[in-house]
């Protein structure tokens, strides 16, 4: 028993007051986390304010499916869509050259893709404010690829592509 403590004060002074109240916090962190993390031994305690919720019951999430269906754009406003997408490049000053679109169904559903790859050219922190408006703006918008490639290394303007796909209901 003496070797072991010997060992135990050797160590503590070799990591000091900082380190043993670093190593204790630690510990009383992981044994603050352990019923979070094992299995089955979630515990929560009810507040005296707290409701019982009862989630409605549905039909297999179809009501969830309809509302998502309903809150796309439909096939025939993705020309809307998309001159928005151009307006809000025009409120960052950016070039969007023409881009090539393609319209893709997804069989036995009722979603269209719409893919998009635009060509842009502007500054980083200008293309950066478009990609954060479009997806801002049109949350049925996803974003797939990026690509910017400057001229020169001390060219302030970039040259890039945005490819993005656009999910519509049809």
């Given at each position: 028993m003496l070797y072991s403590r010997l060992i135990v004060l050797e160590q503590f002074q070799r990591i000091g007051w900082p380190g043993l109240c670093g190593a204790l916090l630690l510990l009383l962190a992981l044994l603050l986390m352990l019923p979070l993390v094992l299995p089955g031994s979630r515990v929560v305690l009810p507040s005296q304010h707290d409701a019982l919720v009862v989630a409605p019951v549905t039909d297999n999430g179809a009501q969830e499916l309809e509302r998502f269906?309903?809150?796309?754009?439909g096939q025939q406003d993705a020309a809307l869509v998309i001159q928005?997408?151009?307006?809000?490049?025009?409120?960052?000053?950016?070039?969007?050259?023409?881009?090539e679109y393609a319209l893709a169904s997804e069989p036995g559903s009722r979603l269209a893709r719409y893919q998009i790859m635009l060509p842009v050219r502007g500054s980083y922190p200008q293309i950066r404010r478009f990609i954060h408006?479009?997806?801002?703006?049109?949350?049925?918008?996803?974003l797939e690829d990026v690509d910017l490639q400057r001229r020169q290394v001390n060219d302030s303007q970039l040259d890039g592509r945005i490819r993005m796909t656009l999910y519509l209901a049809r």
């Open positions: 269906h309903l809150a796309l754009p928005r997408i151009y307006d809000l490049a025009g409120h960052q000053s950016i070039a969007l050259a023409s881009g408006a479009i997806l801002a703006d049109i949350p049925a918008l996803a």
